[in-house]
T-cell receptor, first 113, second 111 residues
Framework: DSGVTQTPKHLITATGQRVTLRCSPR?????VYWYQQSLDQGLQFLIQ???????AKGNILERFSAQQFPDLHSELNLSSLELGDSALYFCASSSPGGANVLTFGAGSRLTVL | GQNIDQPTEMTATEGAIVQINCTYQTSGFNGLFWYQQHAGEAPTFLSY????GLEEKGRFSSFLSRSKGYSYLLLKELQMKDSASYLCAVRGGGGSYIPTFGRGTSLIVHP
């Protein structure tokens, strides 16, 4: 157990629908990162939050949005889902200073039918 | 932008030594990471290099040459459980602390 908790583990939905993925970082970590991993793209950075504020943005689609709440948990919202959104979505957290190593959660596998 | 290259797949024999290479081109450099990822599971941290040279940690070692934009991960005394994908990730400069991941090298260890 890495200490980073993601729910749900698996999610199957239809095109056009909207889903929310949830992440709780390791105790003491202030940063949360969201990555998407599909077979043909590898791990792609989506967005980072630090202590409730958006810190960095990657290749995140406009249909996707995220936020980090005062208790530091984060949610990734995916809307108007397309077949190509099927992927593993990982959340990672890190603590400030040092190497800033990312610790990943177990991921949420999204299947869009 | 950043460009990271790793071989797609490698095979090796149990008990042997394998070296997985990673080359990168980045604007600035703030460290290189190696992660291990078993199929369908989360990536787990293996090593971090920010200065040139070799970092050794048990059966795993990682080397970095910043001038050459090159790193390798060395796995010794291979075990079947080492069959996994190995991801090289580089953190660029310019104040960004976001690691960019390569596509990973799938290592298959056979008896």
């Amino acid at each position: 157990d890495s200490g980073v908790t993601q729910t749900p583990k698996h999610l199957i939905t239809a095109t056009g629908q909207r889903v929310t993925l949830r992440c709780s970082p390791r105790s003491g970590d202030l940063s949360v990162y969201w990555y998407q991993q599909s077979l043909d793209q590898g791990l792609q950075f989506l967005i980072q939050y630090y202590n409730g504020e958006e810190r960095a943005k990657g290749n995140i689609l406009e249909r996707f949005s995220a936020q980090q709440f005062p208790d530091l948990h984060s949610e990734l919202n995916l809307s108007s889902l397309e077949l190509g959104d099927s992927a593993l979505y990982f959340c990672a957290s890190s603590s400030p200073g040092g190497a800033n190593v990312l610790t990943f959660g177990a991921g949420s596998r999204l299947t869009v039918l | 932008g950043q460009n990271i290259d790793q071989p797609t797949e490698m095979t090796a024999t149990e008990g042997a030594i394998v070296q997985i290479n990673c080359t990168y081109q980045t604007s600035g450099f703030n460290g290189l990471f190696w992660y291990q990822q078993h199929a369908g599971e989360a990536p787990t941290f293996l090593s971090y290099n920010v200065l040139d040279g070799l970092e050794e940690k048990g059966r795993f070692s990682s080397f970095l040459s910043r001038s050459k934009g090159y790193s390798y991960l060395l796995l010794k005394e291979l075990q079947m459980k080492d069959s996994a994908s190995y991801l090289c990730a580089v953190r660029g400069g310019g104040g960004s602390y976001i690691p960019t991941f390569g596509r990973g090298t799938s290592l298959i260890v056979h008896p």
